[in-house]
């Protein structure tokens, strides 16, 4: 759509305004007891208005662009809070019949990143093992893939599992006799592999170390899954319910910046066009109280000292300018993770 061109406003030029106000101060116009513009003034005040409600007119066009924008990121951004403070409140509620905050030595984000490097770390490394296998070159990149995608993922379910639903002593049971254990037999796996990658360098032939190079593979992928299971192990809290409720105001709440961030630049787009219009309307008027005083002045002279009419006394009001959009307002932050549970009324929001 085409935005429209409004055109400077169409008053007469200074001389011409003087000469009518002298004209009809002259003439007694207006009347010394009337409270209404004459003629001349409302042929100024007309063109002012009218110059006026273009700009509003350019204004209204511009903003339902950005309308559309600006009432979808509203509205996902309040359907983001609602839930967020329900879950909110359901966390704090939760860690209140626990007795306790939750228990995350790794955390969630953290948790993720070292997941995402096990899992890169180990395609490199089984590539340079199936190449020694002697596997095509599409197969050792399939199953290499294969390998660095499912063992991490499958390692943190696990890791998930047993923090959450196997009692505490169990468990670290469990992580004292798995973490040395494997990481011994990596570290010697990884010593082999590099030893036998040297000598294939030299003798370009497995021979009989191969049934020891399973072995050896074996203990490499195993470190990838405990190393997946432990670090899921301790980025997630004994008490099911209150760790899902955590990773669920995690989530929440990093959506939430994200669409704030969003709609806080929307909302700023607006109010440039709204402040924008409103300046130059706000231009406009004052151009034409300009003229009306000059008008005023000219008239006054043209009636040699006689009392002016009450109308000169009232400044020019523009009905564009009274129904003018009001600047947006962005809805009232739901609180963080870390704040309490008593949320302050709503302030004046979106519209």
């Known amino acids: 759509m085409r935005v429209p061109v409004v055109q400077g406003p169409h008053f007469p030029d200074d001389e011409t305004i003087r000469k009518a106000g002298q004209a009809d101060g002259s003439a007694g116009l207006p009347s010394g007891s009337s409270y209404e513009p004459g003629p001349f ?21 511009r903003l339902h662009k950005l309308e559309g924008i600006s009432a979808n990121l509203y509205d996902a951004f309040m359907s983001n809070q609602h839930r967020f403070r329900e879950t909110l409140l359901r966390y704090h509620k939760r860690k209140e019949a626990v007795g306790r905050d939750e228990i995350v030595p790794v955390p969630y984000a953290l948790h993720w990143l070292i997941v995402f490097l096990l899992g890169v770390g180990e395609f490199p490394l089984n590539v ?22 499912t063992l991490p993922l499958i ?144 008239n006054m002279a043209g009636r040699r000292g006689t009392v002016a009419p009450p109308s000169f006394s009232k400044k020019p009001v523009s009905e564009t300018l009274n129904r003018w959009w009001p600047d947006l307002a962005l809805p009232e932050a739901a609180e963080s993770v870390t704040a309490t549970t008593d949320y302050p009324a709503k302030k004046k929001e979106f519209a």
């Open 41 to 61: 003034e409302r042929t100024i005040l007309s063109a002012g208005e009218a110059t006026i409600s273009g700009i509003y007119a350019k204004t209204a066009v």
């Open 128 to 149: 340079v093992v199936f190449r020694m296998f002697g596997e095509p070159e599409l197969m050792t990149y399939v199953m290499s893939l294969t390998l660095s995608l």
């Open 155 to 298: 390692g943190v379910f696990l890791g998930l599992q047993i923090r959450t639903l196997v009692s505490p002593r169990i468990a670290t049971a469990i992580m004292i006799v798995l973490a040395p254990g494997t990481v011994l037999g990596a570290l010697t796996a990884l010593s082999f592999i590099r030893n036998m990658y040297v000598t294939l360098h030299a003798e370009h032939k497995l021979g009989d170390a191969s049934g020891n190079m399973v072995y050896a593979m074996f203990a490499i992928n195993l470190l990838i899954f405990i190393g997946a299971f432990m670090v899921s192990f301790f980025a997630h809290d004994q008490d099911e319910e209150l760790d899902a409720l955590h990773v669920a105001v995690l989530r929440l709440e990093k959506k939430r910046t994200k669409l704030r961030n969003r709609l806080v630049k929307a909302i700023s787009r607006t109010n440039a066009v709204i402040r924008g219009g409103r300046a130059e309307a706000d231009r406009i008027l004052s151009e034409t109280m300009s003229r009306l005083s000059l008008y005023r002045q000219a």
